[in-house]
Nanobody, 116 residues
Framework: QVQLVESGGGLVQPGGSLRLSCAAS????????MGWYRQAPGNQRESVAH????????HYEDSVLGRFTISRDNAKNTVYLEMNSLKPEDTALYYC?????????WGQGTQVTVSS
């Protein structure tokens, strides 16, 4: 059974940083583009960034470009999201899954709250 387990969220002040991790089990990770998604209260889940299967190619949504960095460790079946210069509007539940079509069941997500 495919599992996606996100971690690393927390409460941080504006301008702060967090590093999220997502450990994937099963066959979903290998050979697939992986993405980070987020969902704020009252909003639909949206894509934040994604990374190719080899890690060579990355893409960021305009709202996080220059502040977030996505990476992956294929030996550990793990994808990361380094978040810097956090803003209150980054507050959301963050998830990982394949991109563009989520193939795995959504995990619990990890909550990121940016507030002073």
């Amino acid at each position: 059974q495919v599992q996606l387990v996100e971690s690393g969220g927390g409460l941080v002040q504006p301008g702060g940083s967090l590093r999220l991790s997502c450990a994937a089990s099963g066959s979903i990770f290998s050979g697939n583009t992986m993405g980070w998604y987020r969902q704020a209260p009252g909003n639909q889940r949206e894509s934040v960034a994604h990374i190719s299967s080899t890690g060579v190619t990355t893409h960021y949504e305009d709202s996080v470009l220059g502040r977030f960095t996505i990476s992956r460790d294929n030996a550990k079946n793990t994808v990361y999201l380094e978040m810097n210069s956090l803003k209150p509007e980054d507050t959301a539940l963050y998830y990982c899954n394949t991109f563009p079509r989520p193939l795995g069941s959504w995990g619990q997500g990890t909550q990121v709250t940016v507030s002073s």
